[in-house]
């Protein structure tokens, strides 16, 4: 399985970017797939993800009550709507998945196999 991601781009504080995140050679199914991001000299963090499939999102607290992730299975694509959007959330953002995670490490980017290759959201003040 391949994951591409894209939607980034450049906004000004308070806009708003969608982000998709494509499944090619598979289905996401059960998948837990979750939308990490680095900001440069930073460590790669969590800001949401889907686990094994269910309808139930996580979210980092950063990020809560402004960004939703959502997905549509006819289109094997997982999506993050970011709103509201901050300077702060200036990073790559990378799309990731994994079929036998477990619960407790949905948040963990160590624990995901598979990765797109990030898509860039700069946020000017």
């Known amino acids: 399985v391949q994951l591409q991601a894209c939607g980034g781009g450049l906004v000004q504080t308070g806009g708003s970017l969608r982000l998709s995140c494509l499944a090619s050679?598979?289905?996401?199914?059960?998948?837990?797939v979750g939308w990490f991001r680095q900001a440069p000299g930073k460590e790669r963090e969590f800001v949401a993800a889907f686990f094994r499939g269910g309808s139930m999102p996580y979210y980092a607290d950063s990020v809560k009550g402004r960004f939703t992730i959502s997905r549509d299975s006819a289109k094997n694509t997982v999506y993050l709507q970011m709103n509201d959007l901050k300077p702060e959330d200036t990073a790559v953002y990378l799309c990731a998945a994994d079929w036998r995670l477990i619960m407790s490490s949905t948040r963990l980017s160590r624990e995901y196999d598979y990765w797109g290759q990030g898509t860039e959201v700069t946020v000017s003040s």
């Open positions: 050679g598979g289905t996401f199914g059960r998948a837990t």
